[in-house]
């Protein structure tokens, strides 16, 4: 426990700049014929092809974090105020 490091082989982005945290998972040789065929369809090199799917990816996700609702803020004082002088006595 104590003076050992941990042994972490997952890259931390300080470590190398411009590398992304988290690793690229390996894919098998029939995907990667997918990934050559639905490029070659789209008229694009299969690099090209994975940035562009993975920047509609990041955009996705960037719609739906700003589609869900903010959490409520408590009432401020004077709306507190407000709502009090409102109420019957």
């Known amino acids: 426990m104590f003076g050992r490091r941990p042994t972490s082989s997952a890259p931390r982005p300080a470590d190398r700049p ?3 945290a988290t690793p690229v998972r390996s ?3 029939g995907q990667l014929a997918y990934e050559a065929r639905r ?3 789209a008229g694009m090199s ?3 092809w994975r940035e ?3 920047r509609a990816q ?3 996700q960037a719609a739906i974090e700003a589609a869900r609702p903010r959490p409520q803020r408590p009432p ?3 709306r507190r105020l407000l709502d009090r002088a409102h109420k019957p006595l």
């Open 52 to 54: 562009a799917r993975i």
């Open 27 to 29: 894919q098998t040789p």
């Open 76 to 78: 401020s004082l004077f």
């Open 58 to 60: 990041a955009e996705a």
């Open 39 to 41: 490029a070659a369809r």
């Open 18 to 20: 411009g590398v992304p």
């Open 46 to 48: 299969v690099e090209k």
